[in-house]
């Protein structure tokens, strides 16, 4: 209990009727397919070449969407669950895509994103708590622009395998940065705690990059 009042001190649930509830869980779902569903045809096309080879599953994009739907959900509860939601459809879109239509599936990769896609309900209770005030908000908010900027800049030596595709590189970086704006100027209430929030994440972000930990594991997978 003592530990809920906390939390309240950060910010307030809304009081939402269950039709809004579903409306919300609805959308989350409806956005998850359509963006499993572009990722696995950019990545592989079938049907059409859309000229965006090897960029539509960068992790950044992803944290950015999630964090939206997160933060602007009426409780951290609701917030769990449309995340569930949005992760869900985008696995289910994007491996049944590829049992449909490439013939082929990876148990590794769709077991590790599984795993991945039932922890996110807990990661966006808590980013749920971005939009609120305090310390704490701050810390939170910082953690997906650090995944943005570390990301962003790591885009400089980033492999696209059809040669034509390499002008697409500075409009990538340009779309990091402009996905880093969003989050700062949409998600604070108080627009000043930027000057708290970037600096948080331009030290993390550096860290990570110089540890390489983020390549690293994204590599791996």
Not at 57 to 81: E, M, N, Q
Request: hydrophobic residues 55%; glycine residues 6%; positive net charge.
């Amino acid at each position: 209990m003592e530990i809920y009042n906390k939390l309240n001190q950060i910010s307030v649930s809304n009081t939402t009727t269950t039709k809004q509830k579903l409306f919300s869980i609805a959308n989350a779902l409806i956005i998850g397919a359509v963006l499993g569903l572009f990722a696995k045809i950019a990545d592989y096309p079938y049907f059409i070449n859309l000229g965006f080879t090897d960029t539509a599953d960068r992790l950044g994009i992803w944290i950015f969407v999630a964090t939206l739907l997160s933060v602007f959900s009426s409780s951290p509860k609701l917030a769990g669950v449309k995340i569930f939601a949005f992760f869900g459809a985008v696995l289910s879109v994007y491996y049944v895509y590829t049992v449909l239509f490439l013939g082929f599936v990876s148990v590794k990769a769709i077991v590790f994103w599984s795993v991945c896609a039932a922890v996110t309900p807990i990661c966006a209770y808590i980013m749920w708590y971005a939009r609120g005030s305090g310390f704490f908000s701050n810390i939170i908010l910082a953690l997906p622009i650090t995944v943005l900027l570390s990301e962003g800049f790591g885009l400089r030596n980033a492999y696209l395998p059809i040669h034509t595709h390499y002008y697409l590189i500075p409009w990538l970086m340009g779309l990091y940065l402009i996905m880093i704006i969003v989050l700062l100027l949409i998600i604070p209430k108080n627009k000043i705690q930027f000057l708290i929030i970037l600096p948080i994440s331009i030290v993390l972000s550096l860290i990570l990059i110089k540890l390489n930990n983020f390549y690293g594991l994204w590599e791996y997978i």
